[in-house]
């Protein structure tokens, strides 16, 4: 059994929980749905060969963000069956926000990320630990805040990339929580975007050769950063990765724009 | 919250706008994960709609006349060794409210012959 099909059977087991003692065509009708649905992405994933953790990341997303309105669903049927009026529910406004909750998390640590870079100095005093510090932090803040405009404008799979890195800096700060939840919290919503956008093959995105120099530009210049600190200072080693993963990132997008041209 | 008559939710027009798409390529009908994708593929870098708002969308633009529905043959499910589809085809009601309601907030969709006449 794959981790796709796992995924699957979590998501059949949800939707006979919350098909439970409703009335018998509803529950049926759903759950024949959602296994033509479940059988349906398997089958895309495999026919883009799509490994098969992505596509059960993908489908366990798509059952967890559906939860609230598979609950408010199963409300209606009962309502419906006991004779209730039905209301329509939903607001608009809402569901964008349910829909990009991340993505305003990940502007929030974006922006956080580049305040906080220019304050380092401001505030501890001006020096190369602090300037190249400060320089590092905010130059992550901007990689967040640019992968949101890449993955909304070129290319999904980088944008998310360029987001999960960017946001590695808020999780040193081990004694503030909140910045390293909501850095992990970013991390790992855009993996898993990332997972999706790769099950459903979209690592074709096309992507303009600018976006190539872009992220060029930005892997040289958090590198020229990091470099010397990384070899002057202990504490920057936590800045270490960060290298790497932005070349992951420069290689997955130079690899799109190949296959886009 | 109520909605007043003739009005859409996104989803909604997501999906009437997709199965447009969908029927110009040469499928009048469609299955939910088709339709998942397709919305994923044409309206911007946006995650497969979830399966709780999916269906419960569905099953509203259906009963709004906007929508209809019907299971697939079996024999052709059973020939192809996989699960019945629930196939759907947006009416000419789900059309026209769907041009309505591009008309009144002046958005076109980025998918060819939507434009309304």
């Known amino acids: 059994m794959s981790p796709a099909d796992r995924a699957a059977a979590v998501v059949s087991w949800w939707v006979a929980t919350y098909s439970r003692h409703l009335p018998t065509e509803a529950a049926e009708r759903r759950q024949a749905e959602l296994a033509s649905d479940l059988w349906e992405q398997r089958a895309y994933g495999r026919l883009v060969r799509a490994p098969a953790p992505a596509v059960a990341l993908s489908i366990l997303r798509r059952m967890a963000a559906g939860m609230p309105a598979d609950l408010r669903w199963r409300q209606h049927q009962l309502a419906a069956t006991r004779g209730r009026p039905l209301v329509p529910g939903g607001r608009p406004v809402l569901r964008t926000l349910a829909r990009n909750w991340w993505l305003i998390l990940a502007a929030l640590v974006g922006l956080f990320e580049v305040a906080f870079g220019v304050a380092i100095p401001l505030h501890d005093g001006v020096n190369f630990d602090t300037i190249g510090g400060g320089a590092i932090v905010a130059t992550a803040g901007l990689l967040v805040l640019g992968g949101i405009a890449v993955r909304r404008r070129r290319s999904r799979i980088a944008g998310d990339l360029m987001i999960a890195v960017g946001a590695m800096p808020m999780m040193p700060w081990l004694w503030i929580i909140p910045l390293p939840v909501a850095g992990l919290t970013v991390i790992v919503a855009a993996t898993v975007d990332a997972a999706e956008a790769r099950s459903l093959g979209q690592r074709h995105t096309p992507t303009r050769p600018g976006d190539r120099v872009l992220l060029g530009v930005a892997a040289a210049l958090v590198a020229v950063l990091v470099a010397p600190l990384v070899a002057g200072a202990p504490f920057w080693s936590a800045f270490a990765v960060a290298p790497v993963l932005l070349g992951l990132v420069v290689y997955l997008g130079l690899r799109q724009g190949r296959r886009a041209t | ?117």
């Open chain 2, 1 to 117: 919250m109520r909605r007043k008559p003739g009005t859409l939710l996104p989803i909604e027009v997501d999906i009437l706008d997709a199965g447009l798409g969908l029927r110009r390529t040469g499928g009048a009908r469609f299955h939910g994960f088709q339709l998942a994708k397709q919305i994923a593929d044409h309206a911007g870098p946006r995650p497969l709609t979830s399966h709780g708002t999916l269906y419960k969308a569905l099953q509203r633009l259906e009963e709004a006349g906007l929508l209809t529905s019907q299971w697939e043959d079996p024999d052709i499910a059973a020939a192809d060794g996989r699960p019945r589809r629930r196939l759907y085809e947006v009416t000419g009601a789900g059309e026209r409210a769907l041009a309505a309601w591009q008309a009144r907030h002046g958005r076109m969709s980025g998918r060819p012959g939507l434009e309304p006449t």
